[in-house]
């Protein structure tokens, strides 16, 4: 386990380093970030690299225990760079260049900015490339933005040509007789600027997503070419985020990261372990959070304080969703520039913030349980599957304003996470043997590869849920030629014969053991049948007159034991909970822990030869509560954190962690 934080030693001077490093060393940290952003420290004229300070700064850490990760400085270029050479700066949708002294100013689709930034790296590289006190990289800082450069546009077009081959192709897979937007030379494609043709919205992504990775690489190979093997790479990402696949773009990397923020307000675990999953499905292994929040933030509307207190539930909450390592953004607060009111370690006045005290603690909390947490990792039965492509669409064409995608995976999600059942957050393409049951939420995009991939894993017994906006598209964005879900109506055994946008809600009945009646919101889509077996578990009432009595829920039961759960409507809470039940019970899910107060999570991790299981219990509340013991967590167990003995039920204190281990 690793403990750290973001430091920038190039604020400060050098007299003042010692006395940071030892005031880590007081917390328990054993990694330290630093050099991002610090180009023009690096390189303050074109061409003259000055990188002695920072292997003293690399020397002072390690002398003190610290492990370093270099970032490159990538997202911050220098004034001489950018004056010099302003064709490295983004341009705006509005035509106008991104000004210099923010971030994230340069442009990946700037040859120049992309030969700079080759160039300070390789610099970086071949010094640090070999330094045993270097244990990995981080690639520039939270990419993804568009340029909208006539540059861009370009390379957007010869993207274009390499995906199509030819304009016929191009033409037919955007139908774009539509409005006349048929295109007989490649130069005559726009970039889109606010909403277009929904296949060249889509393809721009795509070529967004392939810029970035171009981007990327290019600092991997520069990196790679210098580094020992030992050394990992990663970038740190930001959950949702969505301007790039992010599933392409970690193909390339070592290891995933991602920054965590609350922003205003608190936590909210049945949402945040969703992000924490998104972030381990990307390369399907445990992952950093790169930076957190010691407190607060500076950017949100209201930059509120967490509790005492939540800080440390949330890290161990990120450890159980499968973090290996938690840096806090930031070491100290700048003398000036944006980020003064951000929250930090440290104070103006050179000495520790009220908040410093809970890292210390979370600190020596990690110090005690990093061993028995070694090579331990997530294990669950169910995958929710989550496709850029797809968000993009929806989000492209919405058709209501409150379909979200993501709080409609939360709609998945909330309800398992409430009941001790984890899930995977994966792409479609996964492997998807082994898993209990597949939920696709709004899987819009269905590509050929996706097809067959769930049409097997039904064939195999799986459990498949297929939701609202289900298989309209193919991959270029178009309509399927037959109603949703498209290709997978056969293995539903169903189709949609309309779909509704709600200003209003219906009332859905449904069947599952026992009878409900409840209301759908924001979507429903009127089912039709289209095989015997299929069996119709829940109608709408009396509504629209479209809806009235038709079937709202269906379930295809396949030979291989599995099925498809059709789902036509985005159903409230109750209706949402009974059918998380029904799975429950169809697919015999594992709950860790039964009956456990609201607000506490009980979750896992596991050592690869199953020889022993890391319990975590987190009080997620400011309340008290009694977790009685049983099976798996039998009594006398002994909190690995607290060195407590437990003998009859586990007292929760408020925002309590414990940590038990089961062999
Ligand atoms: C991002 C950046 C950091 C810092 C924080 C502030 O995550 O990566 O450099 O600006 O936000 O919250």
């Not at 640090?128 to 990419?143: A, H, M, P, S």
Request: net charge negative; glycine share 8%; charged share 25%.
């Amino acid at each position: 386990m690793y403990f750290g934080n973001a430091w920038y030693p190039e604020h400060w001077p050098e007299e003042r380093w010692p006395e940071d490093v030892r005031l880590m060393r007081d917390l328990g940290m054993n990694v330290c970030r630093i050099a991002e952003f610090a180009w023009s420290t690096m390189e303050p004229i074109e061409g003259h690299y000055r990188l002695d300070w920072l292997e003293r700064a690399v020397d002072l850490l390690h002398r003190n225990g610290i492990a370093v990760v270099l970032g490159t400085p990538t997202a911050a270029p220098p004034a001489w760079l950018t004056h010099r050479y302003p064709e490295t700066l983004t341009i705006l949708p509005n035509g106008r260049p991104m000004q210099h002294g923010n971030r994230c100013h340069g442009s990946p689709n700037s040859p120049v900015f992309v030969k700079y930034s080759r160039l300070i790296v390789e610099q970086m590289a071949r010094r640090f490339g070999k330094d045993e006190r270097v244990i990995g990289w981080q690639i520039d800082n939270e990419y993804g933005h568009a340029d909208y450069s006539e540059e861009a546009r370009r390379q957007f077009h010869a993207f274009l040509k390499e995906r199509y081959g030819s304009l016929e192709a191009l033409n037919e897979a955007w139908a774009t007789a539509y409005w006349s937007q048929s295109y007989d030379n490649w130069e005559e494609i726009p970039l889109p600027i606010g909403p277009h043709n929904p296949g060249l919205m889509l393809d721009f992504r795509r070529f967004v997503t392939h810029t970035w990775r171009r981007f990327q690489k290019v600092q991997v190979d520069t990196i790679r070419a210098y580094a020992r093997p030992e050394q990992w790479i990663t970038s740190n990402y930001m959950g949702w985020y969505e301007d790039f696949d992010h599933y392409l773009l970690a193909e390339d990397l070592d290891m995933v990261s991602w920054d965590w923020y609350i922003g205003t307000g608190h936590h909210d675990y049945l949402t945040t372990g969703a992000l924490h999953d998104l972030t381990r499905g990307l390369k399907r292994r445990n992952f950093w959070v790169m930076e957190t929040q010691p407190g607060s933030v500076n950017w949100a509307s209201v930059n509120n304080v967490l509790y005492r207190g939540e800080a440390r539930v949330m890290a161990f909450h990120a450890v159980a969703h499968g973090a290996d390592a938690l840096l806090y953004w930031q070491w100290r607060a700048a003398p000036g520039g944006q980020e003064q009111l951000h929250g930090c370690l440290i104070g103006a006045d050179g000495k520790p913030r009220p908040f410093y005290e809970e890292a210390k603690e979370i600190g020596a909390d990690f110090a005690k349980v990093s061993d028995v947490l070694r090579n331990t990792e997530v294990r669950n039965e169910v995958a929710i599957l989550h496709s850029y492509d797809a968000r993009w669409a929806v989000n492209f064409q919405r058709h209501h304003r409150d379909f979200d995608p993501v709080n409609y995976l939360y709609q998945w999600y909330r309800p398992l996470a409430s009941r001790q059942i984890g899930a995977d957050v994966l792409r479609p393409e996964a492997e998807l043997a082994g898993y209990r049951v597949v939920i696709a939420p709004a899987l819009m995009v269905l590509s050929e590869e996706v097809v067959q991939n769930l049409v097997t894993y039904v064939a195999r017994g799986g459990l498949l849920v297929l939701t609202p906006r289900c298989g309209q598209r193919d991959i270029h964005n178009r309509l399927y030629p037959y109603l949703q879900p498209g290709p997978l109506r056969e293995i539903a055994g169903v189709e949609v014969e309309e779909y509704y946008a709600l200003d209003e809600e219906v009332p859905v009945k449904v069947a599952l053991g026992d009878v409900l009646e409840g209301q759908g919101r924001i979507w429903a889509e009127r089912l039709r049948p289209l095989s015997d077996r299929t069996e119709i578990l829940g109608h709408y009432g009396v509504s629209n007159g479209w809806l009235d009595g038709r079937p709202a829920l269906t379930w295809h039961p396949h030979e291989s034991g599995g099925g498809v759960l059709y789902v036509g409507a985005w159903l409230e809470e109750t209706l949402q909970k009974a059918l998380t039940d029904w799975l429950v019970s169809r697919a015999h899910l594992q709950t860790s822990y039964h009956d456990v107060p609201e607000g506490v999570e009980v979750a896992k991790r596991v050592a690869p030869d199953n020889s022993r299981t890391l319990y975590f219990v987190i009080n997620h509340t400011r309340r008290s509560h009694t977790l009685p013991m049983r099976t798996p967590l039998r009594p006398p167990l002994t909190d690995l954190i607290s060195g407590v003995r437990f003998d009859e039920s586990i007292h929760l204190a408020p925002y309590a962690v414990h940590l038990f281990e089961v062999r």
